[in-house]
């Protein structure tokens, strides 16, 4: 089968792999319709993740047909169409039965943190991901979810990661009415972040990116205020000044281990991978948000350690709240608000591009080409 190959950093090209088989009953194996490349996925990409070996395939954010099944799958069957969370979970451990299936104890037993991830480096448990013709998709009675009658594929699969991830950061926020809400990054995580802050009653949306085609979209896909941090002397003094000079009540970090806007990040997270990636948004989020205020994270960081101003956080008296997004807890909500229209996830893919052109779609994400927001990855098979 077709599969993307990762090669090294900012090396990846697509060649043929071994068809994936059964290998516990509980797996299913799925033919991918689409598959997308997430804002994460350039952290593999540009080597800031432990561990990604290479020969691996990425992506966690994927729908496809059930090809086939092992003798103990009995909530889907072959030829249903399903979302597949990027999570992968048992639904059985002390975990899994809290809802936090993003911390599955099954599915990564090697790690004392995070679950198994399609596609996300041997630290996430060494899944071959969803950039490819075929996936097998552990525990298959508990992740994917067929997909509705009527709903576009396109929205399906936005609904693996950008948009539950997204909507569990304002959740994780625990908005007020007329909160101020401050959000880092303008990426489809960012976006959809800002988006559903409104839906907890945020009564003013602030997001903040360096990328002008960026904030141009949120603006109005949101809609929000959003401003470029490259057109200010401190973000961290904009938002202050913004607020009365008391803060934001929530501020999300939906960047990570990337950010830009600190030479001394930069330098020690990405250059030098001293610590666990730039943790420049972090740093902007703790010292903006208000005393008392909650800090909600979904912005990506490596293990194992970032330079952090944990002393700020003591003395603002602040809350910190993050995780990787449990899909499974809230697909059924998301999908009635796309139903119903109050989200337009498939508004946010700006390029379809056949999967053996997945080394040129990375390098158009990854520089920012083309005013690219989100690009969906389509196999031969889904293109007839």
């Not at 996300?120 to 508990?142: I, K, L, M, W």
């Not at 085609?213 to 941090?229: D, G, K, Q, S, W």
């Not at 913004?242 to 997270?269: F, H, N, P, R, Y």
């Not at 052109?357 to 293109?383: E, Q, T, W």
């Amino acid at each position: 089968m077709l599969a993307m190959n990762y090669r090294g950093p900012q090396r990846v090209r697509v060649s043929q792999k071994p068809m994936p088989e059964i290998k516990h009953p509980e797996d299913a194996i799925v033919r991918v319709t689409r598959s997308c490349i997430c804002g994460s996925d350039l952290h593999l990409y540009n080597g800031n993740v432990p561990d990604t070996r290479v020969g691996m395939t990425f992506g966690h954010e994927f729908i496809g047909i059930v090809e086939e099944i092992g003798p103990e799958v009995h909530k889907i069957k072959v030829g249903d169409h399903v979302i597949v969370p990027f999570n992968i979970a048992c639904g059985k451990c002390h975990f899994c039965r809290q809802g936090l299936y993003g911390n599955c104890h099954e599915s990564n037993p090697q790690a004392t943190a995070v679950g198994g991830i399609f596609g996300y480096s041997h630290t996430a448990g060494g899944f071959d991901g969803g950039q490819a013709e075929f996936v097998r998709v552990p525990y298959a009675n508990v992740g994917p979810t067929v997909i509705p009658p009527g709903m576009d594929p396109d929205d399906a699969v936005l609904l693996t990661d950008v948009v539950p991830t997204g909507y569990q950061a304002a959740e994780m926020g625990g908005i007020q009415p007329g909160d101020t809400v401050v959000v880092f990054g303008a990426g489809p995580v960012g976006i959809m972040a800002a988006r559903c802050s409104w839906l907890f009653g945020a009564g003013r949306v602030i997001v903040i990116d360096q990328y002008d085609y960026r904030l141009e979209f949120v603006r109005n896909y949101a809609p929000c205020e959003a401003y470029n941090f490259k057109e200010m002397d401190d973000p961290v003094v904009f938002v202050k000044k913004t607020t009365d000079w008391m803060g934001a009540d929530v501020v999300i970090d939906a960047v990570g281990a990337e950010a830009a806007g600190s030479a001394l990040q930069t330098i020690t997270g990405r250059k030098t991978l001293l610590q666990a990636g730039s943790a420049t948004a972090l740093h902007w989020a703790i010292n903006s948000v208000k005393k008392g205020g909650i800090v909600s994270i979904v912005g990506v960081y490596g293990p194992t350690d970032n330079l952090v101003p944990i002393g700020n956080v003591v003395n603002k008296g602040l809350t910190i709240r993050a995780n990787q997004a449990s899909v499974k807890r809230l697909l059924p909500r998301l999908i009635e608000h796309i139903q119903n229209g109050v989200l337009n996830p498939k508004a946010m893919i700006t390029h379809r591009i056949p999967l053996e052109d997945a080394a040129d779609a990375y390098r158009i994400f990854s520089d920012k080409l083309d005013n690219c927001i989100k690009p969906i990855l389509i196999p031969p098979s889904a293109r007839i």
